[in-house]
């Protein structure tokens, strides 16, 4: 097992937001043409406010000539059955009780549990064939959210804290926010805490924390004179031992205080959207953390990630999965058709998906388990092909394929493979970032940001 270092820099804001393993496996468990908006100020964990303090204290040495796009990622944990979803095979012995309807796309089908996004394919790419060499929860999601395989000896950064460190600031709410996260958020890797995902519960229940609990008076005395006292008695004797380049303890506190009194208030705030809109999402947390994602995006966040849990299916999964199917349906057709109303699809990438699909083969407990030789997702936006599907899964697999002695070969299942590794390439370079740009990691050698190929087919 893969432990996720912790990042106790960062101050957590949403541990009220404990996600619940699912129970059924124990033990894994823009401004550009955009609309003015306000968005919010929060107080963040320190290991943001000292990220931003270095963007900032850099900010005169990059020079970049495109920013890269936002990026959307809508994550199933648990791995969501391919079958239920994206890639049925009715009729099979494979297929299960799903049913298939079709889309928007000529002779494209999809999964009946999923009929309002079935209406919205034409905005979408979506892959039939990911194969992955993790097949446990923890190193799986570590590999989908990263592109590498887990390594004791280094942690890698997951791609929106990687859209963070290639763009500049432009807002005064973190860049890369995770709605719901779960017990594996989105982290900065061998970037630094300032990179992790800033975490969030149910929009609707606001963030906590979020204005000082003084009045304005007392808080310009403790942000002014009595602050500057703590600072110098802080640094008297301290400077010596600490890299200046590292520590940014007086930029990220001006910093908080800055947020704490910005204008910056409404990008959390779904409530400003009308009852229309806030209903096709569905009254769920994850279709309110969907919405308050196209808004944090609109207000120039760089990288969101809103999760829903409990895809993972042992046991009786055509009833679980049909059940969440039914909460993702109406946030993901939403969400591709707000983006679009909103003319923001060009300058968002949308993913789609978990950490692995599920078996072809079902159960004695009528369940699925973990299959990465061959599942699916769903993108969309900006320099992607639109109404085009990728790959396919073979609807009658010969049982003795699955035989545990031997090694799954994931060529029988699936053709047009693509790996993960391949998906981070090709997602980096949708975003304008040159996936091969090499870091320098603190165990002292040179990295790139993915080792995969770019899948051009994938591309618009």
């Not at 890797?189 to 204005?211: E, H, M, R, T, V």
């Not at 301290?238 to 303890?249: C, K, N, V």
């Not at 004695?364 to 997702?377: C, E, I, L, N, Q």
Request: charged residues 20%.
């Amino acid at each position: 097992m893969c432990n996720f270092p912790n990042s106790n820099s960062q101050l957590s804001i949403a541990n009220n937001n404990s996600i619940a393993r699912d129970a059924s496996c124990i033990g894994f468990q823009r401004f550009h043409r955009r609309r003015l908006l306000q968005s919010v100020a929060t107080v963040a964990g320190a290991g943001w406010l000292t990220g931003l303090a270095e963007q900032l204290a850099r900010s005169a040495e990059l020079s970049r000539s495109k920013r890269p796009k936002s990026l959307l990622i809508l994550w199933l944990q648990g791995g969501p059955s391919q079958l239920e979803t994206f890639d049925p095979h009715p009729g099979s012995w494979i297929g299960g009780e799903a049913k298939a309807i079709s889309t928007s796309i000529p002779n494209v089908q999809i999964s009946d549990f999923l009929p309002a996004t079935a209406e919205q394919m034409h905005h979408a790419c979506f892959v039939r064939s990911l194969v992955s060499k993790e097949g446990d929860h923890e190193r799986a999601t570590y590999h989908v959210k990263t592109g590498w395989r887990p390594d004791p000896t280094l942690f890698h950064p997951s791609i929106g804290a990687i859209l963070c460190h290639e763009s500049e600031s432009n807002v005064e709410i973190p860049r890369h926010i995770s709605i719901l996260s779960g017990e594996w958020p989105a982290r900065g890797g061998y970037l630094g805490p300032g990179y992790d995902a800033f975490q969030i519960g149910d929009p609707a229940k606001g963030i906590p924390n979020l204005k000082a609990r003084v009045d304005e008076g007392t808080l310009a005395r403790r942000s002014g004179p009595l602050l500057r006292t703590l600072e110098t008695e802080f640094q008297r004797g301290r400077l010596r031992d600490m890299d200046r380049t590292r520590t940014q303890h007086q930029a990220a506190t001006d910093i908080a205080l800055t947020m704490m009194t910005s204008a910056q208030l409404s990008a959390f705030d779904i409530d400003a959207e009308g009852g229309e809109i806030k209903a096709r999402f569905g009254d769920t947390s994850f279709g309110r953390g969907c919405l308050a994602a196209i808004r944090l995006l609109e207000a120039g966040v760089r990288c969101v990630e809103v999760e829903l849990n409990g895809w993972d299916s042992h046991i009786n999964n055509h009833a679980l999965q049909m059940g969440r199917a039914a909460v993702l349906d109406a946030a993901l057709a939403a969400t591709m058709q707000e983006l679009h109303s909103r003319d923001m699809l060009d300058d968002t990438i949308v993913y789609c998906g978990g950490e692995f699909g599920r078996t072809p083969q079902i159960n004695p407990a009528g369940g699925r388990d973990h299959w990465p030789h061959g599942f699916s997702a769903l993108l969309a936006g900006g320099g992607l092909r639109r109404g085009y599907v990728h790959g396919a899964t073979v609807a009658r697999p010969e049982r003795e394929w699955f035989d545990k002695k031997q090694s799954i070969d994931p060529t029988r299942f699936a053709e047009q493979l693509i790996t993960i590794p391949d998906l981070h390439a090709t997602l980096l370079h949708a975003s304008g970032i040159d996936h091969t740009q090499e870091q320098m990691t603190p165990v002292g050698r040179p990295l790139k940001w993915s080792d995969g190929s770019i899948a051009t087919e994938l591309l618009s």
